[in-house]
Structure formats: structure tokens, C-alpha cells
């Protein structure tokens, strides 16, 4: 089967397997059991819950620039987790499908709740900030129950997530650098492992680079990709327009990726 896939930081499916790998029986019992067995050794544990703080306006450089993640499976929580994980005090999500992180915020003053009304990818009962518009969390405020398992080991819907999905993000890194006429360029670097036979590759990369002035005009960031590497490599690539930005499509349904570990450089 073929299709194209978003390109996510931490959430979504980089490559598409042509070749699936059918799990093992007895190693889904015997990961079976051990979820069970979990379960019986299930403690409580207190964990903080981010407090919202509201929707913040932000520009190409970015009020919460210190980390960065995108996906079609984007939730305020997997944002906080993932800004959590980066040692961040506050989260932003952005555009249904972006991710911020930092230390600090309100480089550009607060906005409106209605421009943070756009519904997040993962979840469409939630609110993912807006264009230009981050949904911002602080991470260390208050406190929450959540679970935890007692042993190491994975819980089974882990086990069985792994084997449905071989292929994993290992590093996204995101740079920028301002160059003397205001203008950004934009670096990042994604090592994607890849596990299975036969992988079909073909990814597209949303960019939201219009949206409204101060005064409701409709404005456009502009945009241009300077080059798309796999593995040091030139990429084939193409760019189209869509209502928010600018799609970039990189490599094709047809290319076959040999599994192991893999690096994209998008430079824009």
C-alpha cells in the first residue's frame, strides 16, 4: 500500500514498510503475560499537569524557539511530554499539528482565545493553538495522579505498537540562524532507524507561512528551500501551495530505503 505521510518530530510515522513483519505467537504471549503481570504491580504516583496560561502570538523567530516537534498525531499532551522530556518549563502547540518548547515566553504579547482555536491532528475535541498562535502550558504547575508500572519492562500495547511500527525517530534538531537582512535559514536534521524488508519511501513537510497582520491584513512569510539531503545525499523534492503555507514534498512512493539508520537534512 502507498501513501504519503507527514513528517513528524516525535509523533508520527516517518517511512512506510511495503513488507510487514507478522509478529511472533509465542512472543506476543509471553509479552501478554508480562502485562499481566504488570498490572498486578501498578503504583500510584504524583506527576505534575501542565496549567494553561493561554494562546500567545508568535513569529519566525519563535517565542518558544528552544526545541521543536510536528506530527499528524499532535495532542496538548504528547506536546507536553515531549517539551517535559527536554528538561522545558513551558509548552506551546501551534497550527493543530506543531510543538514548541522553551524557559520563557511572551516575546510578542498575549491573543485572543479565538485565535488558538484550531483543532489538534491527534485529537479534534482539542485545541492546538492557531497560524502563528501557540496554546502555552507551564509544565511545573500543579500536580496530577497518573500511573506507573513497578518493573522496567513495556506494557503489552507497547510491545505490540513496536511491532506494527518498525520504523522509529532516534533525533530531530532543529537550527536557525539570522542572517544580516532579517532573513532566517533554517536547518533540521531527522535520524529515522528502520527495521523490516522493504521500505517505500515518500513524506510531505508542512509549512504555515500565511496568516494575519495586526490590523486582520493577510500576510505571507516567504519561503524557500535551499536543499533536502538523505544520508549526505541530494533528495529529490517539490513545493506546492495549500491554504496555511507551503507543502514540501520530499522523495518518492517508489524509492526503496534500506532499513537502518537514515538522516534527512531539510535546509530552508
Known amino acids: 500500500m502507498r501513501r504519503l505521510l507527514t ?4 509523533t508520527a510515522v516517518f517511512l512506510l514498510p511495503v513488507v510487514a513483519q507478522q509478529p511472533n505467537p509465542a512472543d506476543m504471549e509471553t509479552a501478554r503475560a508480562a502485562s499481566r503481570a504488570q498490572k498486578s504491580s501498578v503504583k500510584r504516583t504524583a506527576a505534575r499537569a501542565p496549567a494553561y496560561l493561554g494562546c500567545y502570538k508568535d513569529q519566525p523567530v519563535r517565542d518558544l524557539g528552544d526545541a521543536s516537534s510536528q506530527g499528524p498525531g499532535m495532542t496538548a ?3 507536553q511530554a515531549f517539551c517535559r522530556s527536554q ?6 502547540t501551534q497550527f493543530s499539528s506543531y510543538c514548541f518548547c522553551g524557559n520563557s515566553f511572551n516575546r510578542y504579547g498575549k491573543r485572543a482565545e479565538s485565535e488558538c482555536n484550531m483543532p489538534c491532528s491527534g485529537n479534534s ?15 511545573r504547575s500543579g500536580t496530577a495522579v497518573a500511573a506507573a508500572a513497578s518493573s522496567p519492562g513495556p506494557a503489552m500495547a507497547d510491545v505490540e505498537a513496536q511491532r ?6 532516534l533525533e530531530f534538531r532543529s537550527e536557525t540562524v539570522v542572517n544580516a537582512d532579517a532573513t532566517l535559514l533554517v536547518t533540521e536534521t531527522l535520524t529515522v532507524h528502520v527495521s523490516g524488508k522493504q521500505i517505500q519511501h515518500g513524506i510531505f513537510r508542512d509549512f504555515p507561512t500565511r496568516f494575519h497582520g495586526a490590523w486582520g491584513e493577510r500576510l505571507q512569510t516567504p519561503f524557500v528551500v535551499v536543499s533536502v539531503k538523505r544520508d549526505g545525499e541530494p533528495e529529490p523534492f517539490g513545493t506546492e501551495d495549500f491554504e496555511q ?10 524509492t526503496i530505503v534500506s532499513p537502518g539508520d537514515h538522516t534527512y537534512e531539510l535546509i530552508y
Open 7 to 10: 513528517l513528524a518530530a516525535i
Open 77 to 79: 499532551a504528547s506536546c
Open 87 to 92: 528538561n522545558f518549563r513551558y509548552a506551546g
Open 125 to 139: 475535541r482539542e485545541r492546538c493553538g492557531g497560524p502563528w498562535a501557540n496554546s502555552i502550558f507551564d509544565l
Open 164 to 169: 506494527q511500527l518498525p520504523e522509529r525517530i
Open 245 to 254: 503555507g507551503t507543502r514540501v514534498r520530499i522523495g518518492s512512493a517508489n
